[in-house]
């Protein structure tokens, strides 16, 4: 597996980055004209209202209106920076762009700092009267959420002072991705014929799809030992993104990290706590699922890398790119014809996808871009039906993006992240629906629904795993007990004890697990992806059992974007979060998959 370098790739296998900036000099040239002062502050016509926003609902609006331009112009610039900085992590030019628009971001933040505190600082009855004011228009959403915040706002001089603390305090997360990324080193791993394979992070989650458990074995040891090496480093700089947020929690006054996490989208800690309670009381379901996979592939007992081993052979495939957009696209049509077509010309023609990996190109998968951009992708595909998953995963976060910028003025366009999951989760529900239907043969069904268990596996119990991880370390740290190697390798072994159960036999380097998974460093971020598969399954099953009605209300959801607060949006759509009700349906549809399961195998 020799990877090609960036400039070997082919042109119409990589994103277009043309409706950004046709090249970097264009970027350079919008960017000197992004400010208007040389020096600060670098935008003059914003500070002028400093000191106004009492005098009149006119000015809020005037103020709205500089504010919201230079964002959306200073995200252009980013989302260019970051997507080259990603084709290829180590270019210099790329890095220095990055570093440049990263760094005048933070500028920004500084400079417009006073604008909250300056509205929360008005009287009561002033901001009501601006609320009420119809002229406010799109202004009247961001304004609320401001209003919403109202407690936790610091003075002028508070803001500020965080704000100019941010680059440092996130340095963290930069050491991280540059020892995980880029120094970290892995041997090659054998498999069972003694040849050896290169490891990286691209071809860990590959080898652990193989059927060969020698290699599934040495892929999983040597990559978990390697962190094992270092598990100092690396929990000094987990505990540096948890006490950041510790930071920052305790500054603004909230009760708790989850709490300062959950509060600005107005997400109640009972969502949290729910999904966690609720998954610890259903968890006999996942039990079952894992002596079920223990079951078929011979084994008394189960280890970690048997998590992914394909359960029944011979329908291992590989399907060219083009083959998956045909069936992504023939998947969504439960979403009609304009959904379908804007989608298809998406992922092709209109290059919103970098499709293949490159040497040093960023690991994983993502959807992103901005108000002046396309819904870019950035993926690692190599063929397999994960890869095809993910492709209809992040092409749900692309159409969502589309459908809400299409329909929202800038200020309300961007949705949060506890939507975002959403979108994704559905789509890779119709395409299992898709294949589910169009598959015949028996051993393709069963492989179906295994790929189906092991992602509901994956994004359900997994990531609520996770969730539970980060509000342990987070709850010690409040506690003030250090988070030590020892302490967290214990914590991550007992959780994942009991989420396997019984038939799980626990590895010694497996504890290291915790020390790179990079979404620790996002702020309470993965319960998002349980309580979003969640709505996504509910609201699935609506539109494919429904018609008309059903589809248009979800579509209308995916194009209100950031227009409300992410509950009320999904009320909207017909799911109701603080009642548990998605979690506990998502724990039967798991359940009645493995029954369906252990009938087939059983033939
Ligand atoms: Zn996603």
Same mark, same amino acid.
């Given at each position: 597996?020799?990877?090609?370098?960036?400039?070997?790739?082919?042109?119409?296998?990589?994103?277009?980055?043309?409706p950004?900036?046709?090249?970097?000099?264009s970027?350079?040239?919008?960017?000197?004209?992004?400010?208007?002062?040389?020096?600060?502050?670098?935008?003059?016509?914003?500070?002028?209202?400093?000191g106004h926003l009492?005098?009149?609902?006119e *000015?809020?609006?005037?103020?709205?209106?500089?504010?919201?331009?230079?964002q959306?112009?200073?995200?252009k610039?980013?989302?260019y920076?970051?997507?080259k900085?990603?084709e290829?992590?180590?270019?210099?030019?790329?890095?220095?762009?990055?570093?440049?628009?990263?760094?005048?971001?933070?500028?920004?933040?500084?400079?417009?700092s006073?604008?909250e505190?300056?509205?929360?600082?008005?009287?009561?009855?002033?901001?009501k009267?601006?609320?009420?004011?119809?002229?406010?228009?799109?202004?009247?959403?961001?304004?609320?959420?401001?209003?919403?915040?109202?407690?936790?706002?610091?003075?002028?001089?508070?803001?500020?002072?965080?704000?100019?603390?941010?680059?440092?305090?996130?340095?963290?997360?930069?050491?991280?991705?540059?020892?995980?990324?880029a120094?970290?080193?892995?041997?090659?791993?054998?498999?069972?014929?003694n040849?050896?394979?290169?490891?990286s992070h691209?071809?860990?989650?590959?080898?652990?799809?193989?059927?060969?458990?020698?290699?599934?074995?040495?892929?999983f040891?040597?990559?978990?030992?390697?962190?094992?090496?270092?598990?100092?480093?690396?929990?000094e700089?987990?505990?540096?993104?948890?006490?950041?947020h510790?930071?920052?929690?305790k500054?603004?006054?909230y009760?708790?990290c989850?709490?300062?996490?959950?509060?600005?989208?107005?997400?109640?800690?009972a969502?949290?706590?729910?999904?966690i309670?609720?998954?610890?009381?259903?968890?006999?379901?996942?039990h079952r699922?894992?002596?079920?996979?223990?079951?078929?592939?011979?084994?008394?007992k189960?280890?970690l890398?048997?998590?992914?081993?394909?359960?029944?052979?011979g329908?291992?495939?590989?399907?060219?790119?083009?083959e998956?957009?045909?069936?992504v696209?023939?998947?969504?049509a439960?979403?009609?014809?304009?959904?379908q077509?804007?989608?298809?010309?998406?992922?092709?023609?209109?290059?919103?996808?970098?499709?293949?990996?490159?040497?040093?190109?960023?690991?994983?998968?993502?959807s992103?871009?901005?108000?002046?951009?396309?819904?870019? *992708?950035?993926?690692?595909?190599?063929g397999?039906?994960?890869?095809?998953?993910?492709?209809a995963?992040?092409?749900?976060?692309?159409?969502?993006?589309y459908l809400?910028?299409?329909?929202?003025?800038?200020?309300?366009?961007?949705?949060?992240?506890?939507?975002?999951?959403?979108?994704?989760?559905?789509?890779?529900?119709?395409?299992?629906?898709?294949?589910?239907?169009?598959?015949?043969?028996?051993?393709?069904? *069963?492989?179906?629904?295994?790929?189906?268990?092991?992602? *509901?596996?994956?994004?359900?119990?997994?990531?609520?795993?996770?969730?539970?991880?980060?509000?342990?370390?987070?709850q010690?740290?409040?506690?003030?007990?250090?988070?030590?190697p020892e302490?967290?390798?214990?914590?991550?072994?007992?959780?994942?004890?009991?989420?396997?159960?019984?038939?799980?036999?626990f590895?010694?380097?497996?504890?290291?697990e915790?020390?790179?998974?990079?979404?620790?460093y996002?702020?309470?971020?993965?319960?998002?992806?349980?309580?979003?598969?969640?709505?996504?399954?509910?609201?699935?099953?609506?539109?494919?059992?429904?018609?008309?009605?059903?589809?248009?209300?979800?579509?209308?959801?995916?194009?209100?974007?950031?227009?409300?607060?992410?509950?009320?949006?999904?009320?909207?759509a017909?799911v109701?979060?603080?009642?548990?009700?998605?979690v506990?349906?998502t724990?039967?549809?798991?359940?009645?998959?493995?029954?369906e399961?252990?009938?087939?195998?059983k033939?």
């Amino acid at each position: 597996m020799n990877l090609p370098t960036r400039q070997e790739q082919k042109l119409p296998d990589c994103w277009d980055l043309k409706p950004l900036y046709t090249d970097d000099k264009s970027w350079d040239d919008d960017f000197k004209k992004v400010t208007s002062s040389q020096k600060a502050p670098f935008w003059p016509e914003l500070n002028r209202f400093r000191g106004h926003l009492g005098e009149s609902v006119e *000015i809020v609006i005037e103020a709205f209106e500089i504010l919201f331009s230079i964002q959306r112009k200073l995200e252009k610039l980013f989302v260019y920076a970051h997507l080259k900085h990603d084709e290829e992590i180590t270019e210099e030019g790329s890095k220095g762009r990055f570093a440049k628009i990263f760094s005048l971001y933070q500028q920004f933040g500084d400079e417009r700092s006073w604008f909250e505190p300056e509205l929360l600082a008005l009287p009561q009855e002033k901001l009501k009267s601006y609320l009420n004011d119809k002229r406010l228009g799109d202004y009247r959403f961001p304004l609320e959420v401001i209003v919403h915040l109202k407690p936790h706002i610091l003075d002028a001089q508070g803001e500020a002072l965080l704000a100019k603390s941010e680059e440092a305090l996130t340095t963290s997360y930069r050491a991280f991705k540059a020892l995980t990324d880029a120094d970290v080193v892995f041997p090659d791993v054998k498999d069972k014929d003694n040849k050896s394979h290169p490891l990286s992070h691209g071809a860990y989650t590959f080898y652990l799809r193989s059927s060969d458990r020698t290699l599934r074995k040495e892929t999983f040891t040597t990559f978990h030992e390697t962190f094992s090496k270092y598990k100092n480093t690396l929990a000094e700089l987990y505990q540096g993104v948890v006490k950041n947020h510790h930071f920052q929690a305790k500054a603004r006054g909230y009760e708790s990290c989850m709490q300062a996490a959950l509060f600005p989208r107005n997400i109640p800690t009972a969502v949290y706590t729910a999904l966690i309670s609720s998954v610890r009381e259903g968890i006999d379901v996942h039990h079952r699922y894992i002596d079920l996979r223990a079951k078929v592939l011979g084994l008394d007992k189960f280890h970690l890398y048997d998590s992914y081993a394909p359960l029944i052979d011979g329908v291992d495939i590989e399907i060219p790119y083009q083959e998956a957009v045909d069936l992504v696209i023939a998947s969504v049509a439960p979403l009609g014809k304009d959904y379908q077509e804007t989608l298809a010309k998406g992922l092709t023609e209109e290059r919103w996808v970098d499709r293949y990996e490159n040497k040093h190109k960023r690991s994983g998968a993502y959807s992103s871009g901005c108000y002046d951009s396309p819904p870019y *992708i950035l993926m690692n595909y190599k063929g397999s039906y994960k890869d095809l998953f993910t492709l209809a995963h992040e092409a749900g976060h692309s159409m969502h993006s589309y459908l809400s910028k299409n329909r929202q003025p800038y200020p309300l366009a961007d949705y949060p992240i506890f939507l975002a999951e959403v979108a994704s989760t559905f789509n890779e529900e119709l395409l299992f629906q898709h294949l589910l239907k169009s598959t015949k043969d028996e051993k393709k069904r *069963i492989f179906l629904l295994t790929q189906k268990l092991d992602d *509901i596996r994956a994004t359900f119990f997994r990531q609520t795993m996770f969730a539970e991880f980060e509000l342990k370390t987070h709850q010690l740290l409040e506690e003030q007990t250090p988070l030590t190697p020892e302490l967290l390798n214990n914590l991550y072994r007992d959780l994942t004890q009991f989420y396997f159960g019984p038939t799980l036999a626990f590895d010694g380097h497996a504890e290291a697990e915790w020390s790179r998974i990079p979404h620790f460093y996002t702020n309470f971020y993965v319960y998002q992806y349980a309580t979003g598969i969640s709505a996504a399954l509910l609201l699935a099953s609506r539109v494919m059992k429904g018609g008309e009605k059903e589809r248009d209300s979800y579509l209308n959801f995916l194009s209100l974007g950031g227009s409300n607060y992410p509950i009320n949006l999904l009320k909207e759509a017909g799911v109701d979060m603080t009642q548990g009700e998605a979690v506990k349906s998502t724990l039967n549809l798991f359940s009645s998959l493995t029954k369906e399961m252990e009938l087939a195998f059983k033939k």
